[in-house]
C-alpha cells in the first residue's frame, strides 16, 4: 500500500470524508497515520468535531485495534518557515522574521512556490524517521485540492520551474518530485455516480497520467442501496396501474387506491436513478481502473458514519499487508 495517499476529486464529493475514513482504515494494527489538509479551511477539524487544528500534528482518533490517526493542517507560512530552518537552519531568526513581518508572504508568494512548500511537507513526514529507524508514520493521507486543480498542484517541478532552475527551490521541487512520482505515492479520485464527477474524474485521471502522476483508485462515493431488483424497476417504469391498485387493496392498505400514483412516482424516480448509475457505472468501467465503494451513510458522515467507512474500506482491502 502506498505510503502518501493523496485524495482528490470534483468539489463535494466527498474528498475530505474518504481521506479521514482512509486514515482510520490505514491505521489498523498499532500502525500510525498522519491525515493532512492543505487549503485552509480547517475541514478535519471540523469533521472530527474538534478545535481548529493547529499547525502541529496532533492525535485525534484511535482505530480499532489500536492504531493511530494524527492530523495536521499544512499552513504555507509554516511550512516555509519549517523549510528555512531545514535549510539555513534560522531557527529562532525565522520566527523574528516573521514576527517582523518580513514574511508577508502568504498573498505575495508565487502559487508554485506556495504549492512546493504544502507537498513538501507532507513528503516530508513520508520520509521522516524515528531515532530507531523506524518510519514516523506509516502511512500519510492528503485531502488534496479538487480535480481541477490537483494535477498542478502536485507537478510542482514544472510549476517552479520558470521560476528556479537552480538552488533550494528547485532541489526542494525535484525532491518532492521524486516522492510523488515514486510508487510511495498513489492519487484517488473520489465521485459519485452522477455525470458530471465521472466526466470529471476521467478527464482528472487523463492529466494526472500525462504528468506521470501515479493514478490510484477510484472512490464510488454515497453510493445507495438499490431497492429494486431488475424486473422490479422495469415493471415501476411499465403501466401496471390497476395491478397494482388490486393488490394493494387486496392487501388491506388503507386508501390504497389513492396510493397507486405516488407509489408508481417514486418507483419511475427510482428506476431512473438506477438507469442513470448504471450509465455512469459502465463508463468508470471503461476507465478500467480498481474502484472502492463507500455507501451513502443516512445519518450523515458524523464519526460513528466515519468509522464505518473506514470498515467498509478494510473490507475492501484497504491496510491489508
Ligand atoms: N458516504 C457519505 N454518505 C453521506 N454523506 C456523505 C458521505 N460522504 C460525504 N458526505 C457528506 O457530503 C458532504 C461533502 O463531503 P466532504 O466535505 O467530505 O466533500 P469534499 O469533497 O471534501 O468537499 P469540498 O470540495 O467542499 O472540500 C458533507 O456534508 C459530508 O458529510
Ligand atoms: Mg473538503
Redesign the pocket.
Known sequence: MSRLQVVS????????????ALALALATEGKRTLLVEV?G?Q?IAQ?FETEALPYEERKIAVAPGGGEVYALAIDAERALLDYLQMFYKLGGAGRALKKLGAIDFATTIAPGVRDVLLTGKACEAVRRRERDGHPAYDHVVM?AP?TGRITRFLNVNDEVAGLARIGPIHNQAQAVMKVLKSPDTAVHL?TLLEEMPVQETADGIAELRAAGLPVGRVVV??VRPQVLDEAAVRAASGDHREAIARTLVSAGVTGGAALVEPLLDQAAEHARRVELEREQRAVLDGIGLPAYE?????D???IA?LYR?AKELRRQGVGAA
Open positions: 476529486g470534483k468539489g463535494g464529493t466527498g474528498k475530505t470524508t474518504v481521506a479521514a487549503e479551511r475541514g469533521l485531502d479538487p473520489v462515493n454515497m463507500l455507501p451513502y451513510l443516512g450523515g458522515a458524523d458514519g467507512l
